[in-house]
C-alpha cells in the first residue's frame, strides 16, 4: 500500500503552509481561467519535474486552503465481508459486500461485484451513490442503511431506507452490464461517510476544526479507503486500472479524490458542475444559467470550507480554477461527461476548463484534449482529456455508462 500521511504530519505540513496564503479579499482579480503552469510567485514551470515537486504541492495546498479543506489522510483500513454471492447475475459475477473502517467507531460498506469469466485482475469503477447499496442489487442480504438518507430516493420514509426501495436503481450504476462488458464496480453510499446535511455533522472522519474538513473531501477521502481495499484483491481487481467515477455533486468527489490519488488511474466526473468539472469563474456563453459560486455556497454551506465562501462575490479572486484540479490528474485520463439540458451544470464551461487544462498534459507528453469544440450530441472525444455530451437532463444514464466503458476500453485496453 502507498504511503499516506499521518494525522501529525498532515496538520504540520498544513499550519506552516497558512502562513503563506493571502486573505482572498488581497488576491487579484483574474477573469481568465488561472494558467496551471505558472506559480504563484509569478515563475512559469518549464519541465516535469518543476511540476512534480513545485506546482503540484502548491496547488494542492491551495485547493485545501481556499475550498475544499484538508483532505483526511488515511487510518489503518480493516475489512469484514458481511455477505457474498458468488453467481450473482445468472452465475456471471461475484457479489460481494464490505464493512471498512479506518477510524474508531467509524465503518461504511462496500459493494463490489467482479466478473467471473476474466482472465486475470479487471479494471474497476469505483465511487459513491445516493440511494445505498440495497437500491442497486436484487439481493435481499445486502444492507439497508439504516442511517439519515435523502427524502427523494426510492423506498425513503421519513429519511430513512426501507425495503420498498431494493433493486429500484439497477439502472442508475448498471452493474450487470459492466460485468458483462469486463469491468468490476465498488460503490457505497456517501451517507454512511458524511449525512449531506448543513445542520448534522454524523458519522465524519473529524479532523480539528480549524483545518475545516468539508462534506466533499469527506466523501473523497471514502473513496480513498475504498481503493485501499481494492488493491488487496489480487487476481480480481487490477490496482493499475481503477477509475473514479460518480454523478453530481459525486462527480465533484470522484474528480476531488482522482486529484489527491495517484493510485485512481482514471476520473469520470458525471455532470459534476460549479465546484466539480465546471469553472468557479463565469466561463462560457450560458454561464449566466449556471450554478455560481455564491448560489453553491448558499446552498450547501458544508461541501466547501469557510474560506471559499469569501469567494461567493468574486471568484476571479480564487487563485485557481478547476482546470487546475483536473491538472493534479496529469498524465491520467479524465473524462467530462454532461447533458445537453444540463445548463446548470455549464456543460460549455466544462468544455473550456479541459481546454485550460491541456498545457500540463502536453507538458508531461500525455496528450491532452484533442477537440477544437463541444462534439455533437452523442460523440465521444476519447483522448487523454475526454468529453462527452449526450441529450436529456441532470441525470446518470446507460448511454453514460456507455461512454464510460468506451473510454475506458480505450485507456485501460478492451476486454
Not at 326 to 354: M, T
Request: with cysteine.
Amino acid at each position: 500500500m502507498r504511503f499516506h500521511l499521518t494525522f501529525a504530519s498532515t496538520l504540520m505540513l498544513l499550519s506552516t503552509a497558512q502562513a503563506d496564503f493571502p486573505a482572498p479579499k488581497s488576491l487579484p482579480s483574474r477573469p481568465e481561467l488561472p494558467d496551471p503552469l505558472v506559480m504563484s510567485d509569478g515563475s512559469r514551470v518549464s519541465n516535469a519535474k518543476e511540476w512534480t515537486e513545485k506546482r503540484r504541492p502548491e496547488l494542492k495546498a491551495l485547493f485545501q486552503h481556499y475550498m475544499y479543506g484538508t483532505i483526511p489522510p488515511a487510518g489503518r483500513v480493516t475489512a469484514k465481508v458481511l455477505h457474498e454471492d458468488a453467481k450473482a447475475f445468472g452465475g456471471r459475477a461475484t457479489l460481494r459486500e464490505v464493512a471498512l473502517s479506518a477510524l474508531p467507531g467509524h465503518e461504511f460498506r462496500l459493494l463490489i461485484v467482479v466478473p467471473n469469466a476474466r482472465k486475470g485482475p479487471v479494471p474497476c469503477f469505483v465511487g459513491p451513490n445516493f440511494s445505498g447499496n440495497h437500491t442497486l442489487v436484487d439481493d435481499p442480504d445486502v444492507v439497508i442503511p439504516s442511517g439519515w438518507m435523502y427524502p427523494s430516493r426510492p423506498g425513503v420514509k421519513d429519511n430513512k431506507a426501507t425495503e420498498e426501495g431494493r433493486g429500484k436503481q439497477k439502472d442508475v450504476w448498471s452493474l450487470e452490464q459492466s460485468v458483462e462488458r469486463g469491468y468490476a464496480v465498488a460503490t457505497f453510499y456517501n451517507g454512511d461517510i458524511d449525512p449531506d446535511r448543513a445542520d448534522v455533522r454524523g458519522g465524519r472522519p473529524l479532523l480539528p476544526k480549524d483545518l475545516e474538513t468539508a462534506t466533499i473531501a469527506c466523501w473523497a477521502w471514502g473513496i480513498h479507503r475504498a481503493v485501499d481495499y481494492l488493491t488487496t484483491l489480487k487476481g480480481e481487481v487490477d490496482p493499475k486500472r481503477i477509475a473514479a467515477v460518480g454523478h453530481s455533486r459525486l462527480g465533484k468527489t470522484a474528480l476531488l479524490a482522482a486529484a489527491f490519488d495517484e493510485r485512481i488511474a482514471m476520473a469520470i466526473p458525471l455532470q459534476a458542475g460549479t465546484g466539480g468539472s465546471a469553472p468557479s469563474r463565469p466561463i462560457g456563453s450560458n454561464a449566466d444559467k449556471a450554478e455560481s459560486v455564491k448560489r453553491i455556497n448558499t446552498s450547501f454551506p458544508h461541501w466547501f470550507n469557510a474560506a471559499f465562501k469569501e469567494f461567493n462575490d468574486d471568484p476571479t479572486r480564487l487563485p485557481f480554477d478547476q482546470n487546475c484540479l483536473v491538472a493534479l490528474c496529469a498524465p491520467r485520463p479524465v473524462l467530462f461527461s454532461n447533458a445537453e439540458e444540463d445548463l446548470w451544470a455549464n456543460p460549455e464551461g466544462q468544455f473550456e476548463v479541459l481546454r485550460a487544462a491541456d498545457p500540463v498534459y502536453r507538458l508531461l507528453g500525455a496528450g491532452g484534449l484533442e477537440a477544437k469544440a463541444v462534439p455533437p450530441l452523442g460523440k465521444l472525444v476519447d483522448s487523454r482529456l475526454g468529453y462527452f455530451i449526450r441529450a436529456g437532463k441532470h441525470s446518470m444514464t446507460r448511454e453514460d455508462w456507455e461512454a464510460f466503458w468506451a473510454f475506458a476500453d480505450k485507456h485501460f485496453g478492451k476486454r
